[in-house]
């Protein structure tokens, strides 16, 4: 006797392909309404991650552009410190005086200023945090 013969005969085989104990199968169209549950919670968790965060700095930002004035001192994303000589916001440029000696003037983007000190600011939140 071979050993598939002996495994065709014995008892085990019918029990291993037996379909009565298996379980009920998923209704059709359980798994699609999943994945398109999934997708959306996914979009909407990366619109909060991005999008909103994004949308506060590009208003932090404008607000920044907007309050600056000439002969306002300013800190460049490059690390330049100098004083506003002269804006044009059409031009979308900001020309910054970095040495008063020598009278040496830089053109920058607008939006490469990245900090407005303000003397007035400075005095307010001393004031509040001496409170």
Known sequence: MTVATTLA?????????????????????SGAFGAVMMIFV?????????VLPSKSRDKQAKKLIDSIKI?????????VIGEVYSIDKDQGEITLRVDDANNVKIRFALSSVYFVYNKDAAKEAAKKSSK
């Open 9 to 29: 005969s014995s008892a085990f085989l019918p029990t291993l392909f037996a379909q009565e104990g298996a379980p009920n199968p998923a209704p059709a169209g």
């Open 42 to 50: 996914f979009l909407i968790a990366m619109w909060l991650l991005f």
């Open 71 to 79: 002969n306002d001192k300013v800190l460049t994303y490059g690390g």
